[in-house]
């Protein structure tokens, strides 16, 4: 597509409940990110998929965290076991790869998760 | 490890005030730079970029000079507009795969 979709825009959701949030890079961008935005703070980097390598999880907060890209496209988020300090805009993005330091990222408009 | 330091804000100006919004790094090697601006309601989109020493990333109006001996990466422009108002983000590309953001700066213009 032309851009980069994230789905859902909003989502309310009861503690304890599991979530996943699906992001559509850009076609041809090999290289995928997913960020967390919380209120008064920067982007806190959580997973990266470049190609068919191996997932960079360094940044997953914990293991109720999990993400997966199918097909070297999209991509889904799955928190399980929500809890309140989850809550978040939890923001894609994508690039054409290794080159990011000339690149760039294009963001998708996030997903605003609320755990109520 | 990677790390950008932002301006606390929000900054309020009035229109056509002049903006500084100061952003400084700390990164091995040579890292290159960006700013990314969130306008209300919508994504990240980088607004402009410099990869190497002294270079100057400039858009829309704004401009960043990339300082290595002062390892500081800040945004400027002369004459804000209201259309300006949004959160800015400073961010670099060093050792780590995935770019560092600063914690962002919330800017208003007032008419």
């Known amino acids: 597509g032309a851009g980069v979709s994230q789905s859902p825009s909003n989502k309310v959701t009861e503690k304890g409940k599991d979530v996943e949030l699906r992001c559509d890079p850009i076609s041809g961008h090999t290289a995928l990110y997913w960020y967390r935005q919380s209120l008064g703070q920067g982007l806190e980097f959580l997973i990266y998929f470049q190609g068919n390598s191996a997932p960079d999880k360094s940044g997953l907060p914990s293991d109720r965290f999990s993400a997966e890209r199918t097909g070297g496209s999209v991509s889904t988020l799955t928190i399980q076991r929500t809890q309140q300090e989850d809550s978040a805009v939890y923001l894609c993005?994508?690039?054409?790869?290794?080159?990011?330091?000339?690149?760039?990222?294009?963001f998708g408009s996030g997903t605003r998760l609320t755990v109520v | 490890g990677d790390s950008v330091t932002q301006m606390e804000g929000p900054v309020t100006l009035s229109e056509e005030a002049f903006l500084t919004i100061n952003c400084t790094y700390t990164?091995?090697?040579?890292?290159?730079l960006f700013w990314y601006v969130q306008y209300p309601g919508e994504g990240l989109q980088l607004l402009l970029k410099?990869?190497?020493?002294?270079d100057k990333g400039s858009n829309k109006g704004f401009e960043a000079t990339y300082r290595k001996e002062t390892t500081s990466f800040h945004l400027e422009k002369g004459s804000v507009q209201v259309s300006d108002s949004a959160v800015y983000f400073c961010a670099l590309k060093g050792s780590a795969r995935q770019l560092t953001f600063g914690s962002g700066t919330q800017l208003t213009v007032l008419p």
């Open positions: 990164a091995t090697g040579y890292p290159s």
């Open positions: 410099a990869t190497k020493a002294d």
């Open positions: 993005a994508s690039s054409l790869g290794r080159g990011t330091g000339n690149h760039g990222y294009t």
